[in-house]
C-alpha cells in the first residue's frame, strides 16, 4: 500500500497508508466516538467538508452495506481509521470499504495513531488538516489552515422536489442535508413525506397544505451568512404549521426565534451521546454530529457530559440536537401528535 501523510494546521504530521482513493485532500478534521454504524457515517451529509477520524480502532468488519446508507453519496473529504479490514464477514456485506471508497473516489488513510491524534483535537479543539503521498511541506500545512468550508447546505440539498407516500398526514421536509433514515421514520408511521430543497420559500411548501415541517440534519455553521434566506423561512413557517427541527435544524430553528449559537471546542459525534430530558430526568443516548450549539437558559433537553443545550420546546413546534435513534423515536410520534392538533 502506498506512504500517505497527514499534516495539521499546526505542523504535527503522522505517517500511514492510502486506502480508497489515492489523492491529496484538505479538510477539517473531527472524532467521532461511535463503535459500530461506520457506513451511516461515512454516508452522513453532516459530515460535508470534513476528514473523519474513527477512535474506535478496528472499522469495516461488516464490510460496506448498501441498505445502510444514509445518503447516495460521501460527502466527507477523506476518512482516517487505526485498522482497515479488507476482509470482512458478515452476510449482508457488498464488498469492503477499501472497494467502495475508491468507487467514490474518496481518500482514506489507515495506520496511524489515532488515539494521540483524537487527543491533540480534544486538547486544541477542531483543526484542519491535510493528507498527502508525499512528506508535507510548509506550503501543504498553510493550504491545511486557509482551509474554510463553504456552502455547506447548499452543497448537500437535493435539488428538485421528491415526494415519497400518501396520506393526509403530510410532513414537509427542508432538506439541509436529510438522512434516509429520517425520512424512514415518517413513511413508517403513515405519512407522505414531502422534501423540498433548502432554498424553497415557504409559500412553496405551505401550498401543499403540510400538516407539519421538519427542519433535518446537515452540515456547517449555522450562523454562517448563506443561512439568512433559510431562517427567514423558518420564521414564517412557523407562523403557520407546527415545526420539529433535528440537529442543524435545531439550531436555525433557534436562531430564527432569537437565539444565538456558538462553536465547540472539538463537537459532538458519535452514537453513544448522553442526553437529559430535564421534565423527566430520565437519560438517552443518542447520536449526534455536529460542532455548533445553541446558547439558551430553557432547554428541554441537555448534555450530560457538557451541560450544552439539546433540545428547545415552542409549544407547537420543537427541536432536539441530535438524531432520534431507538431510545428516543418517540419524539417522532410526539411530532405526528404536534400536527394533529
Not at 433548502?198 to 456547517?220: C, E, F, M
Amino acid at each position: 500500500m502506498m506512504d500517505a501523510y497527514l499534516i495539521l494546521e499546526n505542523g504535527k504530521t503522522f505517517q500511514g497508508k492510502f486506502f480508497g482513493a489515492r489523492k491529496n485532500v484538505t479538510g477539517e478534521i473531527v472524532f467521532t466516538t461511535g463503535m459500530t454504524g461506520y457506513i451511516e457515517t461515512v454516508t452522513d451529509p453532516s459530515y460535508y467538508g470534513q476528514i473523519i477520524l474513527q477512535t474506535f480502532p478496528l472499522i469495516g468488519n461488516a464490510g460496506f452495506i448498501a441498505d445502510d446508507c444514509e445518503s447516495t453519496s460521501v460527502h466527507a473529504k477523506a476518512y482516517i481509521v487505526k485498522h482497515l479490514c479488507q476482509e470482512p464477514s458478515n452476510f449482508r456485506s457488498e464488498g469492503n470499504l477499501d472497494t467502495f471508497f475508491r468507487s467514490r473516489n474518496i481518500t482514506g488513510i489507515e495506520g496511524i495513531d489515532t488515539r494521540e491524534l483524537t487527543k491533540i483535537i480534544r486538547e486544541n479543539g477542531v483543526m484542519n488538516g491535510k493528507i498527502t503521498s508525499a512528506p508535507p511541506t510548509d506550503a501543504d500545512q498553510e493550504e491545511a489552515k486557509a482551509y474554510k468550508i463553504e456552502n455547506a447546505i447548499g452543497s448537500v440539498s437535493n435539488m428538485s422536489i421528491l415526494k415519497e407516500g400518501e396520506s393526509e398526514s403530510r410532513v414537509a421536509v427542508l432538506d439541509l442535508g436529510v438522512k434516509h433514515s429520517t425520512i424512514q421514520a415518517f413513511t413508517s408511521r403513515g405519512c407522505a413525506v414531502w422534501r423540498f430543497p433548502h432554498d424553497t420559500s415557504a409559500k412553496q411548501i405551505l401550498a401543499i397544505n403540510p400538516s407539519g415541517v421538519l427542519l433535518s440534519s446537515g452540515p456547517g455553521n449555522p450562523a454562517d451568512p448563506g443561512n439568512a434566506a433559510i431562517i427567514e423561512t423558518i420564521k414564517e413557517l412557523q407562523n403557520h404549521v407546527p415545526i420539529f427541527g433535528i440537529c442543524i435544524g435545531h439550531q436555525l430553528l433557534a436562531m430564527a426565534n432569537g437565539y444565538e449559537t456558538r462553536k465547540l471546542k472539538f463537537g459532538q459525534r458519535g452514537s453513544n451521546q448522553p442526553v437529559k430530558c430535564l421534565e423527566t430526568g430520565r437519560v438517552y443516548m443518542t447520536g449526534q454530529n455536529h460542532g455548533y450549539e445553541v446558547i439558551a437558559d430553557n432547554p428541554s433537553f441537555v448534555n450530560v457530559n457538557d451541560g450544552t443545550c439539546e433540545g428547545l420546546d415552542y409549544g407547537s413546534s420543537f427541536s432536539v440536537q441530535f438524531i432520534p435513534g431507538n431510545d428516543t423515536a418517540f419524539l417522532y410520534d410526539q411530532f405526528i401528535e404536534r400536527m394533529g392538533n
